[in-house]
């Protein structure tokens, strides 16, 4: 490498790291607060916080990598314009070609790296999180529903009230309301309730003691009232099935075998990732230039509006596939065409090959 190759990949290679750093701290942090709220209803365990926390920060570099690069290459360059340093290497007849050649030492590495994520490690990732959440659904009991409070209990969305919740798992003077399709509401009124197991491993039954239990559609004066000693109500566990995943956490040999418009959409949208990484690396060099002491933000904004545009069309097109609009030949593709024209026409804008083509 030339003194001036390592002088560019030192400064892009410093910046990527800084920006990707803190933009997966911010994220890191706001899903922290989501898995603790998770945590308190009981859908996350609480020995599997960082679990989750890191497999969630697995999926987030398929963003985090493409973006932190190109921000990366804006801020980097943009400081190189600012301090003349870049209009001084023009001058010695340093091109696009010598930019670009550094930036393909990152680059290659980066986006093979996001290219692993969003093919494998990502949806993996993605099933874990789901089969601990299943997990976790499935230990679920009575000792999650806190006294003086209206808690959704079971897969069937039961509302519960107790007055209090005893360490043995056992309910003191309990509410209960659930919709039932056939007979519409049913609200039952008892001194005690507990949980114990069903006739198989995928069903529990919560038995209340010496109650009564109102049975009818709201609105009507047809209510049954019916009083009990006991009053059992079963419900099946929630289970996962990692046999039937959706598209999205599929391994990518599936989505390779499958030929339904979901899986292709899925597909292609993995495909894009690294693709798109590459696409804005190059698009990056032109839109960083600027004039001597313009400022190293001074383009930042361009940028992100550039990035968000680029990300929203392909969340668009994959939509549309999905959705049958555009045909799985054209998906995705003409998003990144589009970018690549327009990369190739501020490169030439900006080193006069459109006037070199004329002539």
Request: aromatic letters at 8%; charged letters at 20%; hydrophobic letters at 50%.
């Amino acid at each position: 490498m030339r003194i001036l190759d390592r002088y560019l990949f030192r400064e892009i290679a410093a910046t990527w790291f800084a920006v990707t750093a803190v933009l997966l701290l911010i994220l890191l942090t706001n899903q922290f607060a989501q898995v603790l709220g998770e945590v308190a209803k009981g859908d996350v365990p609480k020995d599997a916080v960082f679990e989750v926390i890191a497999l969630s920060a697995i999926q987030y570099l398929t963003v985090l990598i493409p973006v932190g690069l190109f921000l990366a290459v804006m801020l980097a360059l943009g400081r190189l314009y600012r301090d003349s340093e870049m209009p001084a290497m023009m001058a010695c007849r340093i091109g696009p070609a010598g930019i670009y050649r550094p930036l393909a030492l990152l680059l290659v590495p980066l986006a093979a790296g996001v290219g692993w994520v969003a093919l494998e490690a990502g949806p993996a990732a993605m099933t874990e999180i789901e089969r601990i959440g299943a997990e976790a659904r499935r230990e679920a009991d009575l000792a999650s529903i806190e006294a003086g409070r209206f808690t959704t209990f079971g897969p069937d969305q039961a509302v519960v009230y107790t007055e209090r919740a005893r360490e043995d798992g056992v309910l003191e003077n309990v509410f209960l309301k659930r919709r039932i399709a056939e007979r519409g509401v049913e609200v039952v009124i008892a001194e005690r309730g507990e949980q114990i197991d069903g006739e198989d491993a995928d069903t529990r039954v919560l038995v209340l003691s010496n109650g009564r239990r109102y049975e009818g559609v709201p609105g009507t004066a047809g209510f049954r009232v019916v009083e009990f000693g006991e009053h059992g109500i079963p419900y099946r566990l929630p289970t996962f099935d990692p046999s039937d995943p959706e598209p999205r956490s599929m391994p990518f040999a599936s989505l390779l075998r499958a030929d339904g418009v979901p899986e292709l959409a899925e597909l292609q949208w993995r495909l894009s990732i690294p693709l798109s990484t590459i696409l804005l690396a190059l698009l990056a060099v032109p839109l960083s230039k600027s004039r001597p002491r313009a400022g190293r933000y001074g383009r930042i904004a361009i940028g992100l509006l550039v990035f968000i545009i680029y990300l929203n069309m392909l969340n668009a097109a994959k939509a549309w596939i999905e959705q049958g609009s555009v045909s799985p030949a054209l998906g995705l593709w003409w998003v990144h065409a589009g970018v690549a024209v327009f990369t190739l026409g501020l490169l030439s804008a900006q080193n006069g090959w459109h006037r070199r083509l004329l002539r």
